[in-house]
């Protein structure tokens, strides 16, 4: 990014007077010290944790990791990139010469995506593999976090690897799986009782039993799939705004919230491999096109020239309606209010008419 814009970078400084634009982790933002030091800087902040509590007041701007952090964050500060986070890794497509009679599934992330598995995703797999030889490679962070017991497959069916989370591991154990899958649902206990009990009018919004319903946490985002993208692997993924921006459904990727989806998914692409290779190359060339580094930092320097030419979108916050608490006199007071709106109507209509 230095040499193609002429600018200049510097890490974990603290000597704000020196810079044109300061950019703070999340987690440790200084925004009052550099305001005082650097008055004229323009101050940034990158993925702010929704749950952490830090107050955005006194950035210019937030890097964004997700859609749903962006969209967590809209009305809360002027400007918000999107920018996902992608390791990048060193060598492409692994060759394609290796071993057809077995399917190769990977995993790489946190040790809570893989818990969220069962029953959907651990019952896909384990139905997949009655039919050919499966293996699910899971990387992730085994030493800090112990290892993965919620909702294995089934061993007598399908052989799992726990892989150690390494700076190396991409080119050693994924490079060369068939299929990522990114799991991504936060569970709910009893699907049915939480459809049902939180009705809020079945005659206003003919809510229903077969209703989906989706719960994922404010900073997902697409990173997981960045991995598979760059070695042109195909992904099955849980559905999530950041996973349709960036796989869809059947361009780079298939997607699915029920155990017959994820199955449907997984064999679909396990029959074909020629399938896959398609999907797989969808994947990397939309990679390159809208998230490596290159056309990432582009936009980055876009939003920074915008901010230096004083561009201040409008903003409107309306946090209260976040987690907006319906009850029943909620939808009355809305019957109500439009009932004497269109009374009201009629009775101006007459005096006009008058």
Not at 10 to 25: L, P, T
Not at 97 to 112: A, C, E, F, K, W
Not at 126 to 144: G, P
Not at 300 to 317: A, F, H, M, W, Y
Request: net charge positive; charged share 25%; aromatic share 10%.
């Amino acid at each position: 990014m230095n040499e193609s814009t002429g600018s200049s970078f510097h890490f974990g400084g603290r000597d704000y007077e020196n810079y044109d634009v300061i950019i703070f982790m999340g987690y440790d933002p200084d925004f009052v010290q550099a305001r005082k030091v650097n008055p004229k800087a323009t101050i940034g902040i990158i993925d702010v944790r929704p749950a952490s509590g830090i107050p955005l007041a006194g950035a210019d701007f937030l890097l964004a990791n997700g859609v749903e952090m962006k969209d967590f964050w809209a009305g809360s500060i002027p400007h918000i990139l999107v920018y996902e986070p992608s390791w990048l890794v060193s060598d492409g497509r692994a060759d394609q010469d290796t071993d057809d009679s077995t399917l190769r599934i990977g995993y790489h992330g946190n040790l809570v995506h893989l818990n969220e598995m069962y029953p959907r995703i651990t019952k896909a797999i384990e139905a997949v593999a009655k039919d050919r030889s499966v293996e699910f490679t899971a990387v992730y962070n085994v030493k800090n976090l112990g290892r993965w017991t919620i909702g294995l497959p089934d061993p007598n069916i399908v052989k799992t690897q726990h892989i150690q989370w390494g700076e190396s591991v991409f080119n050693d154990y994924l490079r060369n799986v068939d299929i990522g899958i990114t799991p991504n649902m936060t569970p709910f206990r009893n699907p049915l009782s939480a459809k049902r009990s939180h009705r809020v009018s079945r005659r206003a919004y003919l809510d229903d039993d077969t209703d989906t319903i989706i719960r994922y946490k404010s900073n997902s985002n697409a990173g997981r799939m960045m991995v598979f993208a760059q070695y042109a692997i195909p992904v099955v993924s849980d559905p999530f705004p950041s996973a349709a921006k960036f796989i869809g459904d059947e361009v780079g990727g298939l997607m699915s919230t029920t155990a017959g989806g994820w199955y449907s998914a997984l064999n679909q692409l396990a029959e074909s491999k020629e399938y896959r290779l398609r999907m797989g190359d969808a994947l990397r060339e939309k990679w390159v096109r809208e998230a490596s580094p290159t056309v990432l930092n582009k936009r980055l320097l876009t939003l920074l020239e915008k901010i230096r030419q004083g561009d201040v979108p409008s903003s409107v916050s309306l946090a209260e309606y976040r987690d907006f608490k319906w009850t029943r006199w909620t939808i009355i007071k809305m019957r109500v209010s439009t009932f004497t709106d269109r009374v009201k109507r009629k009775i101006r209509g007459r005096v006009n008419k008058a």
